[in-house]
């Protein structure tokens, strides 16, 4: 019988490729999820998601593998360890599948959501059978870890534990998030259903994100076929589901979602829950603290008093009591929220947010605002300075014409810094004003100038040195400048003055 070249060849690439996915996926059981592959893991910085199921590490990318972030955050889910512990308990291999299926929805709608107030996802999710993982922006916690829930993190990072938020930094992250509810609501056209601590969280960059999709469903599917839609089942008796979280945290799920035994669902369920997360930051504690308890929850809603709303701020209990109302129809959509009077009356909250949009302004509008701004930040607590504020004076630094008011705001941010902020956020602004400064911003970065060389040891031989040349240039043209220099006293390392050993000196 003659040999058939094509069924030949059909069967030996059928063969090759069955045997390529074994040996990926035996490479893969080995490595772990791609990633893990991808990436080497630095520290643990936080957890977030259900029952802050996902860890979340700094890292940075092996090799050449291509990044738009000098440092991302790695999402890793042991599966193993879960399966153990859901073992340990009781509780069955089905509500096992039932989690890791909420985790891979949540992980699948990070990916094809894109807009600036949700987690940016820079590798998709990869899993095997020992964990989960995927790959975002840099993050520096979840609001939950903020606020002292530190479950599934080995060692609390010392920037986390210490730290303390302001009501200004709080009131300029609801806001971000109340901008993402609305896209989410009326231009996705999706329902959150589990916006709560563990949900929300903040970029290493101080802005917040909404994320923890795994219950989102479509808007659409709550006026037409509801036939695979089920709603949430909550115990009447305490019990811990923060092994396997099959439903939102009862604490900031909306009473629609609880009392119903059909399927019922709006954008004003996701409202209640933005308002149980923002009287959790703002009083320091929750709302409804019911303990899984279905009794107890609607016991508090009932019986909610005005003195609960005694440690919130007046120009925002008004708003807040809607948001919390037990008849969806009275509460407000998201975009009515941004107009609050605790937004829109705070003038510091206006300069942030002046500040969000800078880049977009032309120079009299950034002229104008510098001039005003120069008397009152001073007045911000140093997270604002360092997250909200540095940043997008930094990204002006490029503009020489304000140049001259924006750099000594900048030094000034900057000399809190440590040394580690200075050279990730402050100093790649820096360098280009150093090497090209001239005039008024040059006798500027001259009194400042041992300064930044503490900071950045590093920097001081390639480019202190080369700021000091050009400042030997400019001397002809600027007068005092050759004093200034002498004052300054700057060392770059060397056992000389720097201004004498670069022939600064008489």
């Known amino acids: 019988m003659a040999l058939n070249m094509k069924i030949l060849t059909q069967a030996l690439a059928k063969t090759a490729a069955v045997i390529e996915r074994k040996v990926q996926t035996t490479v893969q059981e080995v490595t772990g999820p791609r990633p893990l592959q991808d990436y080497n893991l630095i520290e643990q910085i936080g957890s977030g998601g259900p029952g802050l199921a996902w860890k979340l590490y700094s890292a940075k990318a092996r090799g050449s593998i291509p990044s738009q972030y000098p440092i991302v955050c790695v999402w890793v889910l042991d599966k193993r360890a879960f399966s153990e512990a859901r073992a340990r308990a009781g509780l069955s291999k089905a509500a096992e599948d039932a989690f890791f299926d909420i ?15 949700i987690v940016h996802v820079v590798q998709a999710l990869d899993e095997n059978k020992n964990a989960m993982a995927m790959v975002t922006e840099p993050l520096f916690a979840s609001v939950a870890n903020t606020l002292g ?52 969280f903040i970029t290493s960059s101080g802005a917040w994100k909404l994320g923890g999709f795994g219950f989102a469903i479509s808007a659409d599917q709550t006026s037409g076929d509801q036939t695979n839609m089920q709603p949430f089942h909550y115990a009447e008796y305490d019990v811990d589901d923060s092994l396997l979280p099959l439903q939102p945290s009862l604490n900031y799920t909306a009473p629609e979602l609880v009392r119903s035994k059909e399927f ?106 510098l001039k005003a701004f120069s008397d009152m930040w001073k007045d911000f607590d140093s997270r604002v300075l360092q997250y909200k504020v540095l940043p997008p004076l930094c990204a002006e630094l490029r503009n020489m014409v304000l140049q001259p008011m924006i750099l000594p705001m900048v030094l000034t941010i900057a000399e809190s810094q440590d040394k580690n902020d200075f050279e990730r956020s402050t100093l790649p602004a820096l360098l280009p004003v150093l ?72």
Do not use: W
């Not at 009131?171 to 231009?187: C, I, Y």
């Not at 508090?300 to 120009?315: C, D, M, Q, R, V």
């Open 103 to 117: 985790i891979r929805s949540d992980a699948a709608r990070l990916v094809r959501l894109r807009h600036p107030g």
């Open 149 to 200: 829930a530190v479950d599934n993190i080995a060692k609390t990072p010392k920037e986390l534990e210490e730290m303390e938020m302001g009501l200004l930094e709080m009131k300029h992250g609801l806001l971000q998030v109340a901008e993402s509810l609305d896209f989410l609501h009326n231009n996705a056209h999706l329902i959150h259903r589990a916006i709560s601590p563990e949900t929300i």
């Open 264 to 369: 019922s669902a709006r954008c004003s369920s996701d409202m209640f829950s933005f308002g149980c997360l923002i009287y959790h930051l703002v009083a320091q504690k929750p709302l409804l603290d019911c303990h899984n308890n279905v009794n107890m929850y609607m016991n508090k809603l009932t019986y909610l008093s005005n003195e609960a709303f005694l440690t919130i701020p007046p120009e925002l209990v008004s708003d807040l009591k809607m948001m919390l109302s037990i008849n969806d129809a009275s509460r407000p959509t998201a975009l009515d929220f941004t107009g609050s009077p605790f937004f829109r009356d705070d003038a510091r909250l206006r300069a942030l947010r002046f500040l969000d949009h800078m880049l977009a302004r032309d120079n009299m509008q950034k002229s104008e605002f």
């Open 435 to 506: 090497i090209s400064a001239t005039g008024e911003t040059l006798l500027l970065l001259v009194k400042h100038a041992e300064f930044i060389i503490n900071k950045e040891e590093l920097m001081a031989p390639k480019v202190i040195v080369h700021y000091l040349e050009v400042t030997a240039a400019e001397k002809e043209k600027m007068g005092g400048l050759k004093e200034a220099l002498l004052q300054s006293n700057i060392h770059c390392g060397c056992e000389s003055p720097c201004c004498y050993h670069h022939g600064l000196g008489s």
